[in-house]
């Protein structure tokens, strides 16, 4: 299974970013996926998911309103769009994929992509 996280880079706070996670070696439309991000000497925290059909979302109070989650089962991949960002929003983004619902717990996300930086610059 390989999960390929791209997108990341440098932006002014206010900006937009989209990140997108490319995915291999399963069947994507059998995982909810989700998006965590871990700032340096923080734990990794969840940021949004998606259901498997793509009907459902969910997002962390710190990003609601301002993050989209979505995905595209033919192509198997999951996007991030963030838009309003802050520089507190600065992390390295994570994709994960877990057959489990309504999980925001890292320990039930059985596979994890390598991380795509994303810094906000005040």
């Known amino acids: 299974v390989q999960l390929q996280a791209s997108g990341g880079g440098l932006v002014q706070a206010g900006g937009s970013l989209r990140l997108s996670c490319a995915a291999s070696?399963?069947?994507?439309?059998?995982?909810?996926m989700g998006w965590f991000r871990q700032a340096p000497g923080k734990e990794r925290e969840f940021v949004a998911r998606i259901t498997m059909s793509g009907s459902l979302t969910y997002y962390s109070d710190s990003v609601k309103g301002r993050f989209t989650i979505s995905r595209d089962n033919a192509k198997n991949t999951v996007t991030l769009q963030m838009n309003s960002l802050k520089p507190g929003d600065t992390a390295v983004y994570y994709c994960a994929a877990t057959r489990r619902f309504g999980s925001t717990n890292t320990k039930e996300y059985a596979y994890w992509g390598q991380g795509t930086q994303v810094t906000v610059s005040s």
């Open positions: 070696g399963l069947t994507f439309s059998n995982y909810v």
